[in-house]
């Protein structure tokens, strides 16, 4: 007998129903992502003990240890969970709405949007001896700008009396090809040192972050999160299909336009300032999946904390594994993520 | 099918192959040195090592002749693909063939430092290889990507996949980054006369093994079981399928680079031509292959002048809105 519990919050405007077995696995989960976040903290150019990170983190501590935890790791930690979890949550809503356990951000073109749209930002704003016009604080809103339209574009290009999945995916693959082709074009024509600039950006690193960053990258997350929390416990009614759906009263494609929206611009966040890291979205989901099934009360945080430990995680391998050479922790993603697609694409249907 | 009898299809093919040899002669003439058909004509009669001379035999030319052979390998292979996987939608670049030979060619220039052409040929065919085993045994294993949508969305996956590490491999080598940023955009600019002789052979054959299964496209098109019951050997037929495809779309990708959406746009086209019996469809689509990216060519010379734009991405911004347009009619059932 399953231990069921509902909670229901605001008014019951937001209620999730939560199996307290499965609870506690997610709660190791978070676990496990904290511990990350922390360790981390410990690696890098010099060890430094966790518990040491930890009172460096509130404030205790000499002040060498403060000053490389504070100041040089913890935003680029910070910034790697958030881009980890946003990608991570966008990735669910997105298969759970799509119904196709392939789908993912990169796939569906959004962030491909981004990296053409980052790249014509290094153009478009380079003058003649191939120095910026503007300050580069700007590139992650190109990014995301790019990312958000994108979203919307192929949003539109799929309407034809509605949106279809099947059809929202395969137009979004189009458009990502030919954003390709548009960010070849523009790495070709424009100087090289924007190539080198744009191949970190597509590739997704989190080597620059800094406190700023932090600070409008976290609060546009997080306050995207509540809202889709608020709207996450209707996807569960479209698993029944789209005519249940309609008949228990869900206006379908009213509500998958404001799913897209809301996916692309967490995506956008979260890769305007770390590049376009592939594969979190589409493996921290399934991961989830595996552990806590497909109710959305509990594979949204469940995501989030695996794609916070994945991102995490690749960073701390991408700087300590072959030192002195940072490698992106796009790299990682993809190094875990390929496998594990391939498993997903021979393993036989249940039904 | 605007062309019924075979009377008309023997007409259609040879007005195609008039084109592909005027849009040759185009290709040979136009370009960043004005050149004439006299000179052209000269320089093979008495050759006087002017520069116009030189500029035709050494570039031009190969130019033209790779553009052909690489655009009729493209479609060749799309129509191959797209009776295979019974997907509108398949070819050699969704499929992630051409992305498994740019990973190939750049993993070989960093970890190797191999920098020239021809050996980026050969790199590019393992590479090819490589991929094509990896999505069409993904595909006859049967499993989840069994659909059209879901092929097609191993094919990019796979595709994602190669591309991020390709993009690792150069984010972590910026040096080389120039050189292979214009191979991976797809280019048949600056190839060499050689690197087309060494791998025409293979082309060759494809094609020749491409028109001889023609027959048995038809009825491997009627569908895995009806073909079965027909006598057909399917697994064995697959197998040579997947061997024409290393072979052609190896081949192109070896010679140009990835090159998409030639092998999606054009088998339809082709079609709506000459119907969909493979013994006409599969030289129409070859000609009409070779035309399209002729022209791509020609039309990369003038947009940026006096810089050119790969003909990858001429063929990218001309079949989307086909490849969309596609999605929307053909793509849309599961």
């Known amino acids: 007998m399953k231990k069921l519990k509902s909670i229901r919050l605001f008014n019951q405007s937001v209620s999730f129903l939560v199996d307290l077995h499965i609870a506690k696995r997610a709660a190791f989960i978070c676990f496990l992502a904290v511990m990350a976040f922390l360790l981390s903290g410990s690696f890098g150019e010099s060890f430094i003990s966790p518990i040491r990170v930890i009172q460096a983190i509130f404030g205790y501590g000499d002040d060498y240890t403060q000053l490389v935890i504070n100041d040089f790791r913890l935003p680029r930690i910070i910034v790697a969970a958030f881009a980890g979890i946003a990608l991570a949550v966008a990735g669910a809503v997105l298969q759970g709405m799509i119904k196709n356990p392939l789908a993912s951000p990169d796939i569906i073109g959004i962030s491909a949007g981004g990296g053409a749209a980052v790249v014509g930002f290094l153009a478009l704003f380079s003058d003649l001896n191939h120095s910026l016009t503007v300050s580069i604080q700007w590139m992650p809103l190109a990014g995301f700008v790019g990312a958000t339209l994108v979203g919307l574009v192929v949003y539109l290009l799929a309407w034809k009396d509605g949106v279809t999945p099947s059809r929202l995916v395969l137009i979004g693959l189009g458009v990502s090809i030919f954003l390709q082709a548009l960010t070849t074009l523009l790495m070709i024509i424009g100087p090289i040192h924007l190539a080198a600039e744009a191949q970190k950006w597509i590739i997704g690193s989190v080597r620059t972050a800094e406190w700023h960053e932090v600070q409008i990258m976290v609060p546009v997350i997080i306050s995207l999160l509540i809202v889709l929390s608020f709207l996450v416990r209707h996807l569960n009614v479209q698993d029944f299909g789209d005519e249940t759906a309609t008949s228990l009263g869900q206006s379908v494609q009213k509500f998958r336009f404001t799913l897209i929206i809301l996916c692309s611009s967490l995506v956008a966040s979260a890769i305007a300032f770390t590049g376009a890291i592939g594969f979190v979205g589409l493996i921290a989901p399934h991961i989830a999946r595996r552990l806590v099934g497909s109710a959305f009360g509990l594979l949204l945080p469940t995501s989030a904390a695996i794609g916070a430990f994945l991102v995490v995680v690749a960073d701390i391998i991408g700087r300590t594994a072959f030192n002195p050479l940072e490698v992106p922790a796009g790299v990682f993603t993809a190094a875990i993520g390929a496998p594990y697609f391939i498993y997903l694409l021979l393993k036989k249907p249940k039904h | ?334």
């Not at chain 2, 008495?46 to 052909?68: M, W």
């Not at chain 2, 070819?91 to 060619?105: D, K, P, Q, T, W």
Request: with cysteine.
């Open chain 2, 1 to 334: 099918m605007i062309l019924v009898k075979n009377k008309y299809k023997v007409l259609g093919l040879v007005i195609a192959l008039l084109c592909t040899l005027f849009f040759m002669c185009i290709s040979v003439l136009y370009g960043y040195a004005d050149t004439s058909l006299h000179t052209t004509i000269q320089s093979f009669m008495n050759f006087d090592h002017s520069n116009e001379q030189i500029i035709i035999q050494n570039v031009r030319i190969p130019r033209a002749l790779i553009a052909a052979s690489v655009g009729a390998s493209l479609a060749i292979t799309g129509v191959l693909l797209q009776t295979l996987t019974k997907n509108p939608l398949a070819s050699s670049g969704i499929l992630g063939i051409n992305a498994g030979a740019g990973f190939a060619v750049v993993f070989a220039l960093v970890i190797f430092n191999i920098t020239s052409l021809q050996a980026f040929a050969w790199i590019a065919f393992i590479g090819a290889a490589v991929a094509t085993v990896v999505v069409l045994g993904i595909s006859a294993a049967g499993g989840t990507a069994s659909t059209p949508i879901k092929i097609t969305l191993a094919g990019a996956a796979i595709s994602a996949l190669f591309a991020s590490y390709t993009q690792g491999l150069l984010a972590m080598n910026e040096a080389n980054m120039d050189q292979v940023l214009f191979w991976l955009a797809g280019s048949v600019q600056g190839r060499k006369i050689e690197i087309l002789l060494s791998v025409l052979p293979y082309l060759v054959i494809g094609w020749i093994m491409a028109m001889a299964i023609s027959s048995k496209m038809n009825v491997l098109a009627l569908g895995d079981d009806i073909a079965r019951g027909l006598g057909l050997k399917l697994g064995l037929f697959k197998f040579i399928i997947g061997i024409i495809t290393i072979l052609l779309a190896g081949g192109a990708v070896a010679i140009s680079g990835p090159i998409g959406f030639v092998g999606i746009i054009i088998p339809h086209f082709a079609r709506k031509i000459i119907g969909t019996d493979h013994r006409w469809l599969i030289p129409m689509a070859a000609l009409l292959g070779a035309i399209l990216l002729i022209v791509a060519d020609v039309a990369a010379r003038f947009i940026i002048m006096p810089s050119e734009v790969p003909v990858g991405v001429m063929t990218a911004f001309i079949g989307t809105p086909f490849f969309i347009y596609l999605a929307r009619t053909k793509g849309g059932r599961t």
